[in-house]
């Protein structure tokens, strides 16, 4: 189908990105931004590609052109919601020979309880509940590399809800599927606890978190129901880097907690552990030999950070800890690091001391320069922790760097002090490892691709890409050590970026954006193409239709003279910048416009223009949304979605309908939900007015048969009046007290929390006031500077920087 964007306005032909700041010679070309929803492009070391969708497809593009139809389509089967949807695609390294292509989604919950049943409805989704994650593999027809075989279809891990990855939240959830150097298959996992919450399994339970439902269902067991934790618990695969047989789904006899009574459960596949978002990963460039023996090499893991710190690991072993939730970025996390949450692998023999199982907080240190680590027994210091349980040392990160929400930005390295503790080395520390390099923020870490191949300059050999969802891309430099020794700024408007590629084919490096759908590729030099701006005074009109085409905004990089050719079909043609044709027709029809544009050398850009005559896009209007409509945040509210909607040319039952839900998370958003029902329901959770900023915005699409399309977005924002009690502090700037004046809605206690911007606790009290009552806050001794307070109620949390010392 042949398909318009009406938006009140028309937007044919944007500038490339070539006013970013890159490196001389360097320069990003688009590849493709027809493909809905990327979030990932895997290379074939030939002309073809395969990129993969959120929404469950995967598209073959050959020398930069996109098929016609999707290679694969198993959205029906996908659980496209939130951060969730088939996050991971890889090829196998004989992919040449087998043709096998692995996948990882979440499972549309509707799917995974009734598939294959009467009860079964295609047309139903089952979204915000628990379900499960799932890997398979298709075999790609070796005679057409855009077609699947058929029955090909096999399931590596997650048959059922019992053995499946545990989805129990709105994001944590799967990543990255990667082939290590061993052909062994490694997949990531996070935590799939609720965001932003301190949740460990008991209530009270946060809005976002399905943990019950899943527990009830089986998707985890008891063991597995806690929270943030789940990181640190080896039988699990939440939190995990996992490492399996590809033919199986077996864990491997070579990883570090293999039990070969227990071969198919998760402990016998964790390969690495305590991650909380382990969204992306890559292979880190070594030159070990390959073989069984030899592992699946080095990794490198973007950990996706709660509101502190965002994380670069490096993997380089068996067995490693990574130290979520008691560590984030170099430090104890204040959150979590307390928490008595019994492990129940590790047992404590002869019940000791009153207590069954070691907490996992006893079980992990920090790490010290001597490679010392002292372990505590719960029961007393001269009690011996048995051989069985594991001990873990924090493997602290490569670099981690501040949540763009931070006053301070910062950047930070491992380091030890002069006695040998842990300590956080910031850029420009005398220590530093880093020669070069500025402090940076961000918001979601995207783990990139080393570059390996020869396009580039020679000093670009094993170079780091790094990207964050922010819409940043550095490019940083390891050394033997796994040390980072220098950090570039390359772009900071490259867009969502979601994944980060090299391609053996043309030697570039490939960069997918998710806000915009976009993929570019990275390019040195060479002949750059022209770049179409392209603007029709109208694109649909009454028959006959006189359209002026106005490309002369197009132009050349480099500067070279250029050519246009259009072609209106059959023999019209008109090779001027500006030009007019007039289409004609005696019913309602669409007309397809091409326009290359050429420089002196030859280097060509395409564009397609759609016209339709006789023909007028459908009339829209939101009606169940109005201007300052407010959500609730005292509990889930389901929204009717509901529009008014009429064509001129065509009946209701010819329109198709377009609904989308996105929720805006501070300077990034995530799609919810997508309905193609005239009318339905929104789930909005009660999300916002804390540090972090939320809103929804509802977007409804409507098209007709011939592809006008008019679209309609309306915003919901949370109800802050609602819950959250107001409170006074002062004096501001405080020295050795601060008073805590309660407002209007505060009626109970309240439990105060002070921390630096490290995240360190300085000072917690507890409070039972109510409005208008005040209560004085006596303080320590605190170096002079800012801090964060955090009050803490029964049904609100409040963050608000104070300055302290003085």
């Not at 079964?120 to 070796?142: E, H, Q």
């Not at 005679?143 to 090909?152: E, G, P, V, W, Y």
């Not at 907080?361 to 011996?384: M, N």
């Amino acid at each position: 189908m042949i398909r318009f964007l009406l938006f009140l306005c028309f937007i044919m032909g944007v500038p490339g990105l070539f006013a970013q700041k890159l490196p001389d010679g360097f320069y990003l070309e688009e590849v493709t931004s027809q493909i809905n929803y990327p979030v990932g492009i895997a290379h074939t070391g030939t002309e073809d590609s395969y990129v993969w969708t959120q929404d469950g497809m995967v598209w073959l593009v050959t020398e930069g052109e996109l098929n016609d139809q999707p290679v694969l389509d198993i959205s029906e089967e996908v659980g496209f919601w939130s951060d969730h949807g088939m996050l991971g695609l890889a090829l196998h390294p004989d992919f040449k020979n087998n043709g096998w292509i692995y996948l990882m989604y979440v499972v549309d919950r509707h799917h995974l309880n009734h598939a294959g049943t009467p009860r079964y409805d295609n047309k139903i989704n089952d979204y915000n509940n628990a379900t499960i994650g799932r890997i398979t593999r298709y075999t790609v027809d070796p005679s057409d590399r855009s077609q699947i075989m058929k029955d090909s279809r096999k399931v590596i891990v997650g048959q059922t809800p019992q053995d499946g990855i545990p989805i129990t939240t709105t994001s944590h959830g799967i990543g990255t599927l990667l082939f290590g150097r061993d052909t062994s298959l490694l997949f990531s996992v996070g935590d799939g606890s609720a965001p932003g919450k301190d949740f460990v399994g008991q209530p009270p339970f946060p809005n976002l978190a399905f943990d019950q439902q899943a527990l009830k269902d089986g998707i985890i067991t008891e063991a597995e129901n806690i929270g943030a934790y789940r990181s640190q618990y080896l039988n699990t695969y939440c939190g995990k880097i996992l490492r399996i047989n590809p033919d199986t789904g077996a864990g491997l006899a070579s990883n570090p907690f293999y039990d070969s009574d227990r071969a198919d459960e998760p402990i016998s596949k964790v390969w690495a552990l305590g991650f909380r978002n382990p969204f992306r990963m890559t292979r880190y460039p070594d030159i070990a030999a390959a073989g069984p023996r030899s592992g699946p090499g080095n990794i490198l893991v973007g950990d996706v950070g709660d509101w502190s710190w965002e994380e670069i690991n490096i993997v380089d072993g068996p067995g490693l800890n990574y130290g979520w939730p008691v560590y984030q970025g170099i430090e104890s996390y204040y959150l979590f690091r307390d928490k008595k949450v019994p492990n129940y692998e590790a047992n404590i023999p002869e019940n000791r001391c009153g207590q069954t199982h070691f907490y996992f907080k006893d079980l992990i240190v920090q790490s010290r320069k001597d490679h010392s680590a002292k372990f505590v027994h719960p029961c007393g210091p001269g009690v011996a922790i048995p051989d069985s349980v594991p001990l873990f040392v924090h493997q602290r990160p490569a670099l981690s760097y501040v949540n763009w929400i931070s006053d301070t930005v910062t950047t930070q390295t491992p380091g030890y002090t002069e006695s040998g503790e842990s300590r956080a080395v910031g850029i420009h520390d005398p220590s530093s490892t880093i020669e070069h390099g500025v402090d940076f923020s961000g918001s979601s870490t995207i783990a990139g691709v080393f570059y390996t191949l020869d396009g580039y300059p020679d000093t670009m050999k094993n170079a780091y890409f790094h990207g964050d969802f922010q819409g940043w891309l550095r490019v940083l430099n390891f050394d033997n050590d796994h040390q980072v020794t220098a950090i570039e700024e390359w772009s900071n408007d490259i867009g969502g970026v979601v994944h980060i590629s090299e391609n053996p084919y043309d030697e570039n490096i490939y960069i997918v954006t998710h806000d915009p759908h976009r993929i570019q590729r990275l390019r040195f030099e060479g002949n750059r193409k022209p770049v179409i701006v392209s603007t029709p005074d109208t694109i649909y009109g009454p028959a006959p239709l006189t359209v002026t085409f106005d490309a002369s905004g197009s132009y050349d990089p480099e500067g070279d003279s250029l050519s246009f050719l259009w072609d209106f079909g059959g023999r019209d043609s008109s090779t001027k910048a500006v030009t007019e044709h007039t289409f004609v027709s005696d019913e309602p029809q669409s007309f397809e416009v091409q326009l290359a544009v050429s420089d002196q050398f030859g280097a060509t850009t395409r564009k397609k223009i759609f016209v339709s005559v006789n023909n007028t896009p459908p009339k829209v209007n939101i009606t169940s949304i109005s201007v300052g409509d407010q959500y609730s945040l005292r509990q889930p509210t389901e929204w009717p979605l509901e529009a008014e909607v009429s064509d001129e040319e065509h009946g209701q039952e010819s329109l198709t309908y377009d609904w989308r839900v996105f929720l805006h998370h501070n300077t990034h958003f995530h799609q919810e939900a997508q309905y193609d029902t005239r009318s339905g329901v929104a789930l909005i959770e009660p999300l916002g007015c804390g540090i972090e900023t939320y809103y929804y915005r509802i977007q409804l699409s409507v098209e007709d048969p011939l592809g006008l399309r008019t679209t309609q977005e309306k915003l919901i924002h949370p109800n802050c009046d609602e819950i959250e009690p107001e409170f006074r502090t002062y004096p501001n700037p405080a020295g050795r007290y601060l008073i805590l004046e309660a407002g209007a809605k505060q009626s109970d206690q309240v439990n105060v929390f002070i921390h630096d911007l490290n995240g360190r606790l300085q000072f917690k009290s507890e409070a039972d006031i109510r409005e208008g009552e005040k209560v004085r806050l006596d303080l320590p001794i605190l170096p002079p500077g800012f801090y964060i307070m955090q009050m803490v109620g029964k049904n609100f949390r409040i963050h608000r920087k104070v300055a302290l010392g003085f």
